[in-house]
């Protein structure tokens, strides 16, 4: 049942890009597949979806035959159908054997379509920030039993079984009273009768809504209660942030703007779909912002608006800084909700994330060869010790040790060992940590030599060495979700290496340099090889085609961010869905572009002394985010404009001799922002 969970839990029905958040963009749809599903797979799964969303929806195209005079409430009738008993499963209370409550329906687990549509369509529909409280009540009314059900009134230290006697929508709460004799379990405290209704009356016998989960009960006719108290409490403890009624925009309704990337995200963390080191930033983000609101709230109130005396002046200045750093929290919290934004301005990463340690050399100065093999001819051994353990074992310190795995070999090495990988496919199920300068190497082709990754995890292959280098591997990643290779830190070389990638491709961090020569990469749902400011990569020699896009370059408009030094010769990208190479980079209304004319004949760039110019503008006025796309018009200018704008900016050191071949969207791009 969790797997079916996992596996449709994308199957929401995704609004076009015209609709999507605040962002404008050329051929958005297309642009985001790292992230989002076709539509066509959501149209598909969403027609399978489970009992509980036919429950909810089975009338609703019943309601659109209604005549005029039912309009008003046809959009309740799906809530009115005969019961048949519950569609819900009974939430069962382990590890409370001893307690007294009853069991509670099982609402806790819904799919990301269910609560999709019931927001969508139900719940807020096109409201606007200052009207969510509104919708919400209007969703409840019609759904919520008004009186005479049993729930748990759950908080952090008890659980105690009420009676709700009335619902005030407005306020979101319900007046319930003590189903006696007293029924509770509690955490760290004790209670009696006596105490609850003293807290009780305190309250005015008034409790959130949120804070009530419905006794299960067969019938089937409280389902729906179950269910619209479930959506509230996801909503206001999942979606909903204090700031979103101050940040009202007229052109995009709440649910685009902010409840759809909000929930996703919540999905794409529940499976694992992004980085630990991800997730660990935004949850500090959201601590961070909840605390700066509170005390500019806290300042606000305080302020007199007729008062020019000094201590309001400095409180005035002081909010003015609360402000700016309040919304600085609430952008970096935007880029990481959007999975556009997630996808090409990634996040800066994993400052908190503890790196393997480095070894350093063994105490006993010796260095080892590791041969990593499960077994062996004669003929592979003579030739093994010939060609590369004689030379590499001619002094005295230096020993050697086999291995049946290539990552209990890397895991056992020290500086300045290397592992020598045998003929075989090495099926790995743990990340393989690189945080010394060593070499590993494959005893043969790249299509000989094969490590693949079978279980998740953020990343397949994590380099933080000062100099490490692999050669002649092929690797196959399977739901990595970092990227198939992280250069996090140091150096890295590859050489003749094949990287088939099933999610993310090479990443190279700030800091960082990765030289890459004669290896070819393909599969990655992002880019091929995605690099970060501050960051040194040459790729000569290499093939990347069949990604999302070829190569991605990420220059951040923060004044710390030095640009990266990249070098691409002779490289051959072709065939990626998005762009040859794109470039992201600061909005200075300066953008310049080519008219897109794609053709199918072969593009090869000119060196970086014979480029052309002239170019018509491509930005679009009003719009936020945008692509520039940068095409020539004919074979012999092919892409010179784009070059000419990334030489201007300095972040190449050397570009010449690259062939691009059929990428969807164009050769080279730029994504403002």
């Not at 969303?53 to 209604?66: C, I, P, S, V």
């Not at 008993?85 to 209370?93: A, I, V």
């Not at 959506?231 to 007229?250: A, G, P, V």
Request: net charge negative; proline share 3%.
């Amino acid at each position: 049942m969790e797997q079916e969970a996992r596996e449709n839990s994308s199957a929401g029905t995704r609004k076009t890009g015209d609709e999507m958040t605040d962002i404008v963009v050329v051929d958005l749809e297309s642009y985001v597949k790292v992230e989002l599903d076709m539509e066509k797979k959501r149209i598909e799964v969403g027609r399978n979806v489970s009992g509980i969303t036919q429950a909810l929806f089975q009338n609703e195209e019943e309601d659109e035959d209604k005549s005029d005079d039912d309009d008003e409430d046809s959009g309740t009738d799906h809530f009115n159908s005969e019961k048949s008993g519950t569609r819900l499963q009974k939430c069962e209370r382990h590890g409370a054997a001893n307690s007294s409550l009853p069991d509670i329906f099982q609402t806790s687990h819904l799919l990301f379509y269910e609560r999709f549509k019931a927001y969508q369509d139900y719940m807020l529909g096109d409201c606007k920030p200052s009207e969510v409280k509104t919708f919400t009540a209007d969703y409840l009314e019609k759904v919520v039993e008004p009186c005479d059900w049993l729930a748990l009134w759950s908080t952090n230290i008890f659980d105690v079984l009420v009676e709700v006697c009335d619902v005030d929508l407005k306020d979101l709460k319900a007046c319930v009273r003590l189903v006696l004799p007293l029924q509770c379990d509690t955490r760290g405290c004790e209670l009696t009768e006596e105490s609850m209704n003293s807290l009780l009356e305190a309250t005015e016998h008034k409790v959130p809504l949120q804070e009530l989960q419905v006794v299960y009960e067969q019938s089937g006719d409280f389902d729906q209660t179950a269910l619209a108290l479930e959506h509230l409490r996801f909503f206001y403890k999942h979606i909903w942030r204090q700031w979103d009624e101050e940040d009202e925009d007229d052109d995009f309704d709440y649910f685009v703007r902010c409840v759809e990337p909000r929930l996703r995200l919540y999905y794409d963390i529940l499976e694992d779909r992004v980085p630990a080191g991800l997730v660990a930033e935004y949850q500090s983000l959201l601590e961070n912002c909840f605390q700066c609101f509170q005390q500019f709230s806290v300042l606000r109130s305080g302020l007199s608006t007729d008062s020019d005396s000094e201590l309001d002046n400095v409180s005035m200045v002081e909010g003015l800084k609360l402000y700016d750093q309040l919304e600085t929290f609430k952008r970096k919290l935007h880029i990481i909700e959007n999975p556009l934004l997630r996808y090409v301005l990634g996040y800066r990463g994993n400052a908190r994330q503890q790196c393997v340690q480095s070894r350093g050399f063994r105490a006993s100065g010796m260095k080892v060869v590791h041969v990593v093999t499960a077994s062996c001819s004669t003929i592979q051994l003579q030739s093994l010790l010939s060609d590369r353990l004689l030379p590499l074992c001619s002094s005295e310190d230096t020993e050697i040790q086999f291995h049946k795995d290539p990552v209990s070999a890397v895991e056992t090495c020290h500086q300045g060992d290397t592992v020598i990988v045998l003929p075989g496919i090495y099926s790995v199920s743990s990340s393989i940590f690189l945080p010394d300068s060593i070499t590993v190497e494959g005893f043969g082709l790249p299509d000989e030599v094969v490590i693949e990754k079978k279980n998740k995890g953020d990343s397949f292959v994590e380099s933080t060495g000062a100099d490490v280098r692999l050669s002649n591997i092929k690797f196959i990643q399977h739901d990595a979700i970092e990227g198939i290779l992280c250069v996090r830190q140091g150096t890295l070389n590859m050489e003749n290496c094949v990287l088939q990638c099933e999610t993310t491709g090479v990443i190279v961090r700030t800091s960082a340099c990765l030289t890459m020569n004669m290896c070819d990469l393909y599969g990655s749902k992002g880019a091929g090889v995605e690099i970060y400011p501050g960051s040194v990569c040459s790729l000569v020699g290499n093939g990347i085609h069949h990604c999302k896009d070829g190569v991605l370059i990420k220059d951040f408009a923060d004044e710390l961010d030095v640009m990266p030094l990249i070098t691409m010769e002779n490289n051959v990208i072709h065939n990626n869905e998005g762009y040859g190479v794109i470039l992201v980079k600061p909005n200075n209304g300066e953008q310049h572009g080519v008219p897109l004319d794609i053709s199918e004949e072969n593009h090869t760039e000119p060196t970086a002394e014979n480029n052309s110019t002239g170019s018509d503008a491509a930005s679009t006025s009003g719009r936020k985010w945008q692509f520039s796309r940068q095409l020539s018009k004919n074979k012999e200018t092919s892409c010179s404009r784009a070059v000419q704008d990334l030489m201007d900016h300095q972040i190449f050191v050397s570009i010449q001799g690259n062939q691009f071949r059929r990428n969807g969207m164009g050769d080279l791009g730029t994504f403002f922002y």
